[in-house]
Nanobody, 124 residues
Framework: QVQLVESGGGLVQAGGSLRLSCAAS????????MGWFRQAPGKERKFVAV????????YYADSVKGRFTISRDNAKNTVYLQMNGLKPEDTAVYYC?????????????????WGQGTQVTVSS
């Protein structure tokens, strides 16, 4: 079992930055690829980024490529999402998630564990 708790969301102006953190419980953190998804009001949950168990592989949605950076610290059981150049269309609830394998992609059904989400609001 993996329990996930996100933090770091908030209100920011367009062009600004935020850093999301996701703290995981359990001794198996390094056995899971870790991802971030987001969900805007009235829309489906969408893939943002994923990082492999070692941090050696990273994959981003086209909409955030070049602006967002995912990273992890296995010693601290934490995954991060650095978001720069934020746009109003980035406004959403951001969810941290753990995949069932050490490498994962952008599909929802690759992920078994989810956090409660943290709100990110970008004003224009």
């Amino acid at each position: 079992q993996v329990q996930l708790v996100e933090s770091g969301g908030g209100l920011v102006q367009a062009g600004g930055s935020l850093r999301l953190s996701c703290a995981a419980s359990g001794r198996t953190f390094s056995s899971h690829a870790m991802g971030w998804f987001r969900q805007a009001p009235g829309k489906e949950r969408k893939f943002v980024a994923v990082i492999s168990w070692s941090g050696g592989r990273k994959y981003y949605a086209d909409s955030v490529k070049g602006r967002f950076t995912i990273s992890r610290d296995n010693a601290k059981n934490t995954v991060y999402l650095q978001m720069n150049g934020l746009k109003p269309e980035d406004t959403a609830v951001y969810y941290c998630t753990a995949a069932r394998t050490i490498v994962a992609g952008p599909l929802l059904d690759e992920y078994d564990y989810w956090g409660q989400g943290t709100q990110v609001t970008v004003s224009s």
